[in-house]
């Protein structure tokens, strides 16, 4: 039996959930990780030198870049996979805390299951197939996710607001340990041509709950200011045929881009509903404040006055306001780095080894 595995629900995407796997990799290098799709191109190229190990799933080539069409099997595919391990991570937005252990069970839980909690963001963002499979599995699957969450010896959130729907979704209590935010902290900037500093940014998915529509109309009535937007995503032919001239997309950017592209930034927008976001905190590396919608996990990391704003609403109106009273406060940068601080791998370490540890000895 091995001191301890790690699983996560795919590995198909390049996103928050995916550095936190990296974070806990880093800390736990033997520890092979165990999920259900794994596609070396869509995600991040650190995975590569770590011991993936995929489910007979992953033979289906095309859900490698349609995870969501999996949702039908996704249950039974966790219910079948058995980690033998002291003590098993599951890093969950969902699926991975349904896999059976040998050993003592801790979840780091992104949020409870989207398509069972927060129904209505995510239709919005999936297909007719997947909105029907969902319409036939719901009861089903709600039955399966709360008994998968019961397994758990620890569980354990990355912000207050995940807490909170924990607390609502499964009667537990569970403690709150942020994500970590290295990628940045060192590293070679890579600059991009035809791009001048000192423009807005945001660094999103391309996802109706992403709210970037009230971006694309707020920038249409600011000519003179600049927006760029670094990510994928399924809504991008619709937001491309929305944005105005002054906003530039990205996608596909190497981490030395994204580091250039954070350094020379006015401010980030964070306006999406999200259960913590790390952008902010990845953009506050660089002395960069955020300008963020007062809700979910951006209430974590957001410190008005001190590394950013908030909004008070997302028409144009509201958010002109909030570039204007940024400008006026003339953030510290040192002080908005300094804001960054609790967010290190060193303290993510330092706070999971103890809950590694203690549930061990519990066992």
């Not at 870049?65 to 937005?93: G, K, N």
């Not at 937007?229 to 929305?242: C, E, K, N, Y």
């Not at 999406?272 to 209430?299: K, N, Q």
């Not at 144009?316 to 204007?324: F, G, Y």
Request: glycine share 6%.
């Amino acid at each position: 039996m091995r001191e301890t595995g790690l699983v996560h629900d795919y590995l198909t995407q390049r996103g928050g959930a995916e550095r936190v796997v990296l974070a806990l990799s880093r800390m736990l290098p033997d520890a092979p990780i165990h999920t259900s799709l794994y596609d070396p191109k869509g995600t991040y190229p650190e995975f590569a030198e770590r011991d993936v190990r995929s489910s007979p799933l992953n033979r289906v080539r095309p859900l490698r870049s349609h995870h969501r069409l999996a949702l039908p099997v996704l249950a039974p595919v966790f219910s079948a996979m058995h980690i033998d391990a002291e003590v098993t991570v599951c890093s969950s937005s969902g699926w991975a805390h349904g896999a059976q252990t040998s050993g003592s069970k801790v979840v780091y839980c992104h949020a409870p299951a989207r398509w069972l909690y927060q129904m209505e963001a995510y239709s919005a963002e999936s297909s007719l197939i997947t909105r029907s499979a969902l319409a036939v599995l719901r009861r089903p699957l709600l039955r399966w996710d709360r008994r998968a969450a019961g397994t758990a010896d620890a569980y354990v959130v990355n912000s207050s607001r995940t807490r909170n729907m924990v607390r609502d979704a499964y009667g537990i209590e569970s403690e709150i340990i942020h994500p970590p935010s290295e990628f940045l902290a060192e590293g070679a900037t890579v600059p991009m041509d035809g791009i001048e500093p000192g423009f807005f940014l945001c660094v999103a998915r391309l996802l109706p709950y992403k709210n970037l529509e009230s971006l694309l109309a707020a920038f249409e009535q600011m000519p003179a200011e600049r927006l760029v937007i670094v990510g994928s995503g399924p809504d991008r032919a619709r937001l491309l045929s929305l944005a105005p001239p002054n906003v530039t997309f990205l996608h596909d950017i190497s981490d030395g881009q994204l580091r250039w592209v954070y350094s020379v930034a006015e401010a980030l927008f964070a306006i999406g509903l999200e259960d913590f976001g790390l952008t902010p905190i990845e953009a506050a590396s660089f002395g960069v404040p955020t300008i963020a919608r007062a809700f979910g996990g951006y209430l974590d990391t957001v410190i008005e006055g001190v590394n950013g704003r908030f909004l008070s609403g997302l028409e144009p109106a509201d958010i002109q306001t909030a570039v204007d009273e940024l400008r006026r406060d003339r953030l510290d940068p040192v002080t908005v780095r300094r804001t960054t601080e609790r967010f290190s791998q060193a303290e993510f370490t330092r706070r999971m080894s103890g809950v590694i540890e203690r549930v061990r000895r519990s066992h």
